[in-house]
């Protein structure tokens, strides 16, 4: 059974980090490029950074670029979003995903059930 299981989030003041994980079991993820995805109430889930299997590609959105870094674990199994200078506007429901065919992962792929980060002004 595959399983992607985020942890690492919570409340937050503005300025502040958080650090996320997200464990992946189940098959071999060592090929499969891994992101991080956000949902704001009312608003529709967006990708936020996603790195490719080897480490060696990766993408952020403008809005978090400078802020946000995105890493995979030795074992490939796991990826990070080390998540600094946070904002209010940062606030959401943060989830892990996973795809084997494309470096953003789509809805069809693998996704963990999401983490609640809240930043506080």
């Known amino acids: 059974q595959v399983q992607l299981v985020e942890s690492g989030g919570g409340l937050v003041q503005a300025g502040g980090s958080l650090k996320l994980s997200c464990a992946a079991s189940?098959?071999?993820?060592?090929?499969?490029?891994m992101a991080w995805f956000r949902q704001a109430p009312g608003k529709e889930r967006e990708p936020v950074a996603a790195?490719?299997?080897?480490?060696?590609?990766?993408y952020s959105d403008d809005s978090v670029k400078g802020r946000f870094t995105i890493s995979r674990g030795d074992a490939k199994n796991t990826v990070y979003l080390q998540m600094n200078s946070l904002k209010p506007e940062d606030t959401a429901v943060y989830y892990c995903?996973?795809?084997?065919?494309?470096?953003?992962?789509?809805?069809?792929?693998?996704w963990g059930q999401g983490t609640q980060v809240t930043v506080s002004s």
């Open positions: 189940g098959r071999t993820f060592s090929r499969y490029a």
């Open positions: 995903a996973a795809s084997s065919e494309t470096l953003i992962p789509g809805p069809n792929d693998d």
């Open positions: 790195i490719n299997w080897s480490g060696t590609s990766t």
